[in-house]
Nanobody, 127 residues
Framework: QVQLVESGGGLEQAGGSRRLSCAASGRSFSGYVMAWFRQAPGKQREFVANIRWTGGSTFHADSVKGRFTISRDAAKNTVYLQMNSLKPEDTAIYYC????????????????????WGQGTQVTVSS
């Protein structure tokens, strides 16, 4: 079965950088879109960024555009989220997600577009 395992979370100071990884296994992800979502305490889960596995087209939420970058390494079956210029409001549990879809990434911004989810990794940014 599909497994998504996130890693790379931890405590970071404001202005710092961190890279999250999502190791994907269990099937070919051709035709899939991979995404990062996050959920802060007391808030709803929100979209961060996504990437089409084949072709690599991406979309980033306005709140992270210019600071975060999603990428993938097909040879390693891994999706990354490079986070720069971190802010305290980036504190959240970050989840990796995957879903099959022919639609472009910009149309896949809600959690119901994704069928597979990881367990999440905590990112805490101190001021």
């Amino acid at each position: 079965q599909v497994q998504l395992v996130e890693s790379g979370g931890g405590l970071e100071q404001a202005g710092g950088s961190r890279r999250l990884s999502c190791a994907a296994s269990g099937r070919s992800f051709s035709g899939y879109v991979m995404a990062w979502f996050r959920q802060a305490p007391g808030k709803q889960r929100e979209f961060v960024a996504n990437i089409r596995w084949t072709g690599g087209s991406t979309f980033h939420a306005d709140s992270v555009k210019g600071r975060f970058t999603i990428s993938r390494d097909a040879a390693k079956n891994t999706v990354y989220l490079q986070m720069n210029s971190l802010k305290p409001e980036d504190t959240a549990i970050y989840y990796c997600a995957a879903g099959p879809s022919p639609l472009p990434p910009v149309m896949l911004l809600t959690s119901r577009s994704y069928v597979h989810w990881g367990q999440g990794t905590q990112v805490t940014v101190s001021s």
